[in-house]
Nanobody, 125 residues
Framework: QVQLVESGGGSVQSGGSLRLSCVAS????????IGWFRQAPGKEREGVAA???????SYADSVKGRFTISQDNGKNTVSLQMNSLKPEDTAMYYC???????????????????WGQGTQVTVSS
């Protein structure tokens, strides 16, 4: 059974940084894509960043240059380094995994089968 556990959320002031981590267990597929998504109250879940088993990364335009996704295969961990945070980054952040998301749709929540419980990020102005 695949389990994803997020950590690292918290409250920071605008311009600050946070590092989120997603630890995966029970994942037996040889290929994968891990995505970070976020959902603010009253808004749809949106893709933030994704990384696949080849190391290819994708970012939403709203976070390019500020967020960096990376992976540590030895620790089954995917991290999201978030710098220059803005109040509009406030949301619940989720990591998700899928063995075969469609190319070009790796930031679409519909492409992912496995989800974590989320970690809250709050950025104050």
């Amino acid at each position: 059974q695949v389990q994803l556990v997020e950590s690292g959320g918290g409250s920071v002031q605008s311009g600050g940084s946070l590092r989120l981590s997603c630890v995966a267990s029970g994942y037996t597929y040889s290929s994968y894509c891990i995505g970070w998504f976020r959902q603010a109250p009253g808004k749809e879940r949106e893709g933030v960043a994704a990384i696949d088993s080849d190391g290819s990364t994708s970012y939403a335009d709203s976070v390019k240059g500020r967020f960096t996704i990376s992976q540590d295969n030895g620790k089954n961990t995917v991290s999201l380094q978030m710098n220059s945070l803005k109040p509009e980054d406030t949301a619940m952040y989720y990591c998700a995994a899928d063995p075969f998301p469609l190319p070009g749709l790796v930031l679409s929540a519909d492409e992912y089968t496995y989800w974590g419980q989320g970690t809250q990020v709050t950025v104050s102005s």
